[in-house]
């Protein structure tokens, strides 16, 4: 346990050193540019500590997390689902199948541009473009954790009579934990990209919609703000969270 301890101490020791190297290059770089279109480090966070004083990014950032929350819920929800169907059942994979290439390979803004024609610029057209957008890599990462199931560890499950929902949490879901957790990883690295789309596209608020007002005045030190803002939050999410519950879940392999 203490060396366990220990090599997390120096894993996070390590990121913040890495954080601390980017940040001065960064600084060092924006110096020698001497240009408004490429300002250093401090300049950038200066305007997000002014940005967060007057409330303008906290709120714009709570926006967009809002919307990133219901997409990634909606998006792993139903991938899931459906992973999980075409994964286990050969007649949905063939029947769901050509769809699912089809939303792979259509491109984020050809989808966007047609739920806001067709619904308008809602909210809700705005979640489910982005949702829908995520859906498909979710569902075929599912599929294929499924696919790679154990087949002798469900045998072994049939033998000793468990039922279905025995099988499902002690045989099927810790399989398909890393699979999950990839999704989860992929996802949220897609979808806030998708959402500052759908936000400089059709909405009055949040981030990418912030990026768009100062794109048009060639303000390049608060889009970096704003985006530097949010891709802090990520990287917390993915550190504070999402990394310790993926070691927790994978300690049944080490046993």
Do not use: C
Not at 25 to 31: I, L, M, Q
Not at 118 to 138: D, H, M, Q, S, Y
Not at 234 to 250: M, T
């Amino acid at each position: 346990m203490n060396r366990e301890a220990a090599d997390r101490g120096r894993a996070w020791l390590i990121r913040v050193l890495s954080i601390l190297v980017l940040l001065l290059v960064w600084e060092g770089a924006g110096r020698l540019a001497a240009s408004p279109l490429a300002p250093p480090a401090s300049t950038v966070l200066a305007v997000m500590a002014r940005e967060t004083a007057s409330g303008a990014l906290p709120h714009h950032v709570g926006i967009t997390l809002a919307r990133v929350a219901a997409s990634f819920l909606l998006a792993m929800g139903a991938g899931t689902a459906l992973g999980l169907a075409m994964g286990w059942w050969r007649t949905v994979d063939l029947w769901l199948d050509s769809a699912l290439l089809l939303l792979l390979n259509l491109p984020a803004l050809v989808l966007i541009v047609l739920l806001y024609v067709w619904f308008g610029l809602t909210e809700a057209a705005a979640i489910t473009a982005v949702a829908l957008n995520k859906l498909p890599t979710t569902a075929v990462t599912v599929r294929e954790g499924v696919r790679a199931l154990d087949a002798e560890l469900l045998e072994m499950g049939r033998v000793f009579r468990y039922g279905r929902a025995a099988t499902l949490r002690h045989i099927v879901l810790p399989q398909l934990l890393p699979y999950l957790f990839a999704a989860t990883r992929s996802g949220l690295a897609l979808i806030w990209k998708i959402v500052l789309v759908v936000e400089l596209l059709g909405r009055s608020d949040g981030v990418g919609f912030q990026i768009q007002v100062y794109f048009q005045l060639f303000d390049v030190a608060h889009i970096l703000a704003y985006a530097l803002a949010f891709i802090l939050i990520v990287q917390v999410i993915e550190w504070a969270a999402l990394q310790p519950l993926e070691r927790r879940a994978a300690r049944w392999r080490a046993s």
